[in-house]
């Protein structure tokens, strides 16, 4: 199955009863996809004017209480900004998938991670976050999608998953679960569904008394902190003492270094993988701890775009081991040989500089 | 002079040519005041119909190689996102005012720093970023803007200076230097003026060979990496050898914390403090120095905002002290009192913990 | 039953499977009846963003073959005149109803005529006309809605039924058909309804070679003198060789008439009515005929409009009689006894002039 | 010079401030030219996002008395019906360009005169007019261009001037006045043009109250009944006793008109040609007069559209005559043959008919 058919379909299978997009590539599938199954099972499928009306849209789908998502590629999701605040500020759970491709601007139609910060920092203004996931597989991508929808609703907070270009487009076996449960939520009492017979409930992100502003912040704020204590995921692969380098990459490019590690490995030289599977909250603590194992000479951060996620594994690393970066950005995927060689330059520097880090 | 008033001149001062606009709170006395100047200097005065609009004009006006720039407040600046991406991607001089006001969403209309994330990890997508200015008073507030100016025709970038609400609305005396004058800059041979007797110029940020893309997008990495080396601006004031406490703080939170640490001193308790004017590049291995030194036990990020910049100091500490936050948001602006609290409570609790730190 | 959730109903039972809107007084009625009731029944409900953004959703949906309507009122009508224009040449059925305001721009919310121009002489560019029906009971508006649904189909042109807001306000009992059935209607082998064994359609007013823009202008054409032959419809209220006087009035207008009449008649005057149903094809021939009646002295033609329907009456009339006018506009509905007023002043006046007619 | 700058600079020398457009083709060239020529004399050249944008714009820029106008073609013009409607009701001088090409909808480019309509009788909703002048030659074009700001002025009222793509983009030497003088106008003591020592002004089409929105549209009313007195405009073109045959055509249209009479004349046959110059207010007596001649065996209205301005002619003739119709449209420019040819068949049918007419 197409990764973009797959996500759609997951989103399905969780229960999404309404799809709100204006078709960019590479991602338009997921559109074409929905635009036939949403009418199918009696949901909403709309094809809106612009990425800024999807995601006001969005808001108002959401603030019924109904599973709503939507998808794009990254200049359609820089127009979703606003609103994104906006949901965040009024609590709403929404899934946006921002299927990457190189930027800034126009930029090219091919695979990228160059949105890291904005997903990960918050292109919005205002004190939110938003959880980000990032597969590395199709299999994956229908997973996280499937409990992207959950997240929403567990924190009624906006929850993006991004992939690049690759995920969409590429076709892997996949299965979907038979009997899907998801643990139980809360009933969504906040939602607009008609006042009959209750009180009114308001849905906003307005609060002129800088009180309840700040309460609103700080009921956000502690989402977050329970996010960082609760919802960090990361996977690791071939780490052991024999470890010379600890490799820092997520989604498509962690599949590459896998590939590259495994050739490394049967050439004799020893590599872990840490892939970390949500970026925000990110898995500071868990790197912290593999770099500083004894027998890591240097982290090396691999993107497909340049030194953004580095400076969150910098901060991880706390200057215990020297962080390196290699990436490749505008479209570019990285072999395993380009990985290799990184790998490879770096032993032979014998890094032992212990503070800043340089883009090779 | 009130600050939004001495930003318009400031800007009138520095050359601007281009004035684009949606009026919002706080920041609509700079509107009405160039509404009235420019026309009068024959310049271009404009309300667009909404601030996507403004920002497109933005791109537009600086692809002739005037000076152009626009100011607004939070959710104003987050439908810019898209076009301040495309405009970083299309290597295009515009300087950007973010008067800040509580949020997320449509929040309040009180001053707030809660838009640091996206001012300094970029908003939009793709690899760029923005070089981000916070002045402290109404005087560096016009100093700041007329640099500005001069920075983006030096890198050919956005560059966005920051305020709170407190700066735009607040009256201090002002000085307009009397014979400003710039450092020499290039030609704009790059701009779109008539292709009259010379090829036409493309000025774009779409590149669909990923190989130009890459190659456009190292432009601009190396330009951020130029800014790193030549453009970090902070202050320091008070930081001596009895120092307990090291401060870091910026903007209207920095002036606050100074006279906090007046009455401190005066009370017998030393407390330093570090003030940021560029948010990006920031000043990390200043700060890395600053909290090096023996006598400090702790630094205290203190933000009008839930524990954003600390994210930059702690980068910037990599461990060697503790790092607290303190911070109100939504519109609430913490007084001296506060403050000193604040310091006091760090300083009995003794802290002696190297590792992560909490929001007090 | 109100007249606006009259029109709603219709529509549901006329089998309108999508329904478009941006709300406005004074029909939000219909609106809100139907944001209920269309996804009780699995059909579309879609409130976009702006009358623009209605009008080209109603192309995009009435291009797969459902029958698809939308409701506003007059600013409303005049930011769809492009797509009206677009659907016309796109041989689109459609079903637009316009529950007029005083106008022109904001004007107010009450009740008017005053966009007759608009309606039956086209707001949009090009060789187009739009069949305009005007109920004057709530029965009727029920009766001529799931009629026009018929002739949009029927002619694959926009059908608009206007009526004022006493229309949409007022109630009165409604009686819906059991056994609603239609005349027989072509298959819809034009629609854009998936092109899986059969070649594509392609559904656009786009034709560069001028040959082809005249041919399909010409198709239109055809359809618009058939409708000249087969859909004029009108009533006559207590015409009879009495008759000092034929009124010709609409709407909400003509029952006021009736009122009047009947009074008149109790008091020894003998006034005829000539209620115009259809009022694009409008029933020039027919009204030439009652007009040319011996006993008739003159034509008054009575609207809430300032002498729009006039223009039509002077036309059909062709100087046989003098045509006189009488209205008041803005929101203001005319009195039976200022209608009284007027006849009695008229037949006083014992006018006998052939020629140009001048507002009173 | 070309149409369209004879016309871009007509404006100009009329004193327009303020030009505001969205690029269409066939009237670009007004643009271009525009946007070099504007900012040398120190006025506002705007190219706005969307029709919808530059007209609201207009309504904004003459609410401060300055001469403003805008070109465009007709689908650019349905976007404006909401906006125009909007100026006509707040009293508005606003001068709008209309070159016309081949609709309905998108339709093709080239010339065409199918908007008369939509001109004429207002596209717009509401009680309102707009007076239409209608050029058949450059040198014309840039008279009635600069009649039509005086007009705007004189009445506070939308002028239209349309032409059809053959005006904008032929070639013809023109003349401008050495010395414009416009009879003198009233003060624009409406003008919002800040209220330093007086009261505020308050422009507005919105009143609530409706014996004010009535008192508002009889204000309008009365200036269009002035139009109707002091503003018709028409040109006769070999009327003389012999003519069999009264044409009626307008803009390029009647040029060919003119070729075509000449060889008619040539070879022995007589035919006059009335020439509309204002569309509204529209020559309806003067035609009636030409028509109830006793040699005028018919009148032939020849248009680039389907029958449009024929509605008027029958209603100028009342009946004296038959009034029949040639025309050709999509952008298709009929020839003098053409015209000849049907001239000769109408005399050969010896008409007689007095009453209703047919497209042939």
């Known amino acids: 199955m197409k990764g973009n058919e797959a996500i759609a379909e997951a989103a399905l299978r969780a229960g999404a009863e309404g799809y709100f997009c204006y078709p960019i590539t590479p991602q338009s599938e997921v559109a074409e996809y929905l635009s036939r199954r949403m ?3 009696g949901r909403v499928f709309l ?5 800024v009306a999807v995601s006001n849209m969005l808001f108002g789908a959401a603030s019924t209480g109904k599973r709503v998502f939507t998808t794009s590629s990254s200049p359609g999701i820089s127009l979703m ?28 139609i091919l695979p990228a991670q160059s949105d890291y910060f904005q997903a990960t920092k918050g292109g919005g203004h205002g004190d939110y976050r938003v959880l980000v996931l ?32 690759m995920i969409g487009q590429m076709m892997e076996p996949v299965e979907f679960p038979d009997d899907y449960k998801e643990p139980p939520l809360p009933p969504k009492d906040w939602a607009a569904t008609g006042a009959r017979g209750r009180e009114p409930v308001i849905i906003k992100s307005l609060f002129l008394d800088p009180l309840l502003l700040e309460k609103n912040a700080l009921i956000m704020h502690q989402k977050y902190e329970q996010m960082k ?15 010379k380098i600890l490799i820092v990459a997520y989604g498509t490019m962690a599949r590459i270094c896998q590939t590259a590690i495994d050739e490394l490995e049967s050439e004799g030289t020893s590599v872990g993988l840490f892939r970390p599977i949500t970026l925000f909250p990110f898995p500071e603590k868990d790197i912290n701890k593999e770099a500083k194992k004894k027998n890591i000479r240097a982290v090396l951060t691999i993107e497909m775009s340049l030194a953004q996620m580095m400076e969150d594994v910098e901060k991880a690393v706390l200057g215990a081991k020297p962080v390196k970066f290699f990436g490749r950005t505008g479209g570019i995927v990285p072999s395993p040989d380009e990985v290799k060689e990184e ?18």
Chains 1, 2, 3, 4 share one sequence.
């Open 47 to 51: 094809q809106a004017e612009s990425e």
């Open 81 to 108: 900004q606003e609103a994104i605040s906006y949901m965040a500020g009024a609590l709403l759970p929404v899934v946006i998938v921002n299927i990457m491709r190189g930027g800034p601007g126009l930029g090219g």
């Open 134 to 165: 990032a597969p590395s597989s199709i299999q994956e991508a229908v997973d996280l999608m499937m409990l992207a929808f959950h997240l929403a609703d567990k924190y009624r907070n906006p929850i993006m998953m991004i992939g690049d270009g």
């Open 229 to 243: 204590r609760e919802e960090i995921r990361f996977e690791l692969y071939k780490i052991n003492p024999k470890n």
């Open 343 to 360: 790998v490879l330059k770096l032993i032979k520097e014998k890094t032992r500089s212990t503070g800043k880090t340089k883009q090779n």
């Open 39 to 41: 009418p199918e099972l």
